[in-house]
Nanobody, 117 residues
């Protein structure tokens, strides 16, 4: 059974930082890559960062490259997203899940990130 609980969002000024956490339940996350997604108000959900099960390879959307860092602690079943130099356009609800969208069957509640200018 897959379960995800995201946390760490909040209100921050432009240029600030936040660290998101996602606790995962389900052995599938030890087999397949995990990703952080975000859904800005009125827009589609987009994938912004991915990490392989062992944590050795990461990928980022161009919009966050150089500012966001994805990492994971397998002992804690937790995936992190360190977000630096935040911009108002980073405002969104952030979710974690499998990096392959076709494999996703359910979503967590997400965590709201709001960046003020």
């Amino acid at each position: 059974q897959v379960r995800l609980v995201e946390s760490g969002g909040g209100l921050v000024q432009a240029g600030g930082s936040l660290r998101l956490s996602c606790v995962t339940w389900g052995s599938i996350f030890s087999i397949y890559a995990t990703g952080w997604y975000r859904q800005p108000p009125g827009k589609e959900r987009e994938l912004v960062a991915t990490i392989t099960p062992g944590g050795t390879n990461t990928n980022y959307a161009d919009s966050v490259k150089g500012r966001f860092t994805i990492s994971k602690d397998n002992a804690k079943n937790t995936v992190y997203l360190q977000m630096n130099s935040l911009k108002p356009e980073d405002t969104a609800v952030y979710y974690c899940n499998l990096a392959s969208r076709s494999m996703i069957r359910s979503w967590g509640q997400g965590t709201q990130v709001t960046v003020s200018s």
